[in-house]
């Protein structure tokens, strides 16, 4: 049975502690938060749990195997390095921490210890998202041409993370697992309205090999929700719509006519028209639940999560490239100059 400590029982630690509570071969034993009434509302909902306000002293518990980490981006990469010292197991939240060299630590630390140390990238987890990397592999939608994004709401503010680093690295997570190469290069361009220290908004745009483009765009400030992705390939396209619960995946097939006549200058012209569009059934899971149940299954085999320390870092590095070109107005960062991939 493995032992499970969470630290941080606010929005999200919430969720995961319901979670966790459901995971075969493992129980949640312990919720650590520095605010009282956080702690109080842990008990209340699961008084079987030992609560501290001392992080340490999940440290010090023999009896914990595993440690999540649902806090601040800031506190991180302290609460992560104390828990692999301590010989624990560490699930940490996204991103993984404030800046590559941090990052490059917790996972040499999680290696040299062989502890697992496993990146709450949930939508790497999630059914569509999963169908969608299946379509590529099986080359339904054809050769990649691009993948383009929006994901707005009116949102949840954060003291110490900005738009992009909030939602923005869920699509790098996703594209992490998409694509088997990393993009060339990366540009941003933002405006922060609330905060000058934190923007509101922001297009991300990254440049792949073989012409494949990518293209965030992420707001806080939007009267409505969107959670959509369409990835176009020369055979077809999907479009992944997370709010539309009835057919979260469409797959468009891409009817590309004959040449039809070509002119003076030797120009072709072709007729690009959508074939039938289908939706597959998907398994009605929680991609939460499927990823703290992996994390588990790792810790039980010793085998490496899909988004390892390794794959929690390149998302940093990439947020931090998207960083350095919004503050150069959008100037291309190119991937050679950031450390090593």
């Not at 009267?223 to 709010?243: C, H, N, T, W, Y």
Request: glycine share 6%.
């Amino acid at each position: 049975m493995i032992s499970l400590a969470l630290i941080g029982y606010g929005h999200w630690g919430r969720h995961l502690a319901r979670n966790l509570t459901d995971v075969p071969g493992a129980r949640l034993a312990m919720v650590s938060d520095i605010r009282s009434e956080q702690l109080a509302a842990a008990r209340e909902r699961f008084p079987r749990v030992s609560t501290t306000a001392d992080p340490a002293q999940v440290f010090a518990d023999p009896s914990v195997d595993a440690v999540a980490i649902a806090t601040p981006l800031s506190s991180h990469y302290p609460l992560a390095h104390a828990a692999l010292l301590a010989g624990k197991h560490v699930l940490v939240e996204k991103p993984m921490t404030a800046n590559s060299e941090e990052g490059a630590r917790l996972t040499e630390l999680a290696a040299r210890r062989r502890l697992v140390l496993m990146v709450n990238h949930v939508y790497a987890y999630a059914e569509p998202v999963r169908a969608l990397r299946a379509l590529l592999r099986d080359g339904t939608i054809g050769k990649p041409y691009y993948y383009d994004s929006v994901r707005i709401n009116l949102g949840r503010f954060q003291p110490d993370i900005d738009a992009l680093w909030d939602l923005a690295t869920h699509d790098l997570a996703i594209l992490d697992r998409l694509f088997e190469e990393p993009p060339s290069a990366v540009s941003a361009v933002g405006a922060a309205h609330l905060s000058p220290a934190h923007m509101s908004i922001a297009y991300l745009t990254l440049f792949y090999p073989d012409r494949l483009l990518a293209h965030v765009h992420v707001n806080w400030l939007s009267p409505v929700k969107v959670r959509r992705i369409i990835l176009g390939g020369s055979e077809g396209f999907a479009v992944i719509d997370e709010l539309d619960r009835a057919e979260q995946v469409k797959i468009f097939d891409r009817l590309m006519a004959s040449e039809l006549d070509k002119n003076a200058t030797g120009d072709s012209r072709f007729d690009n028209r959508l074939g039938e569009m289908r939706s597959p059934k998907l398994p009605t899971v929680e991609p939460l639940s499927t990823a703290v149940r992996h994390f588990a299954r790792c810790i039980e085999d010793g085998t490496a999560p899909l988004t390892d320390g390794n794959a929690g870092l390149r998302v940093v590095r990439l947020l931090e490239m998207a960083s350095r070109s919004l503050a150069a107005s959008g100037r291309p960062v190119e991937l050679s100059s950031v450390p090593p991939w």
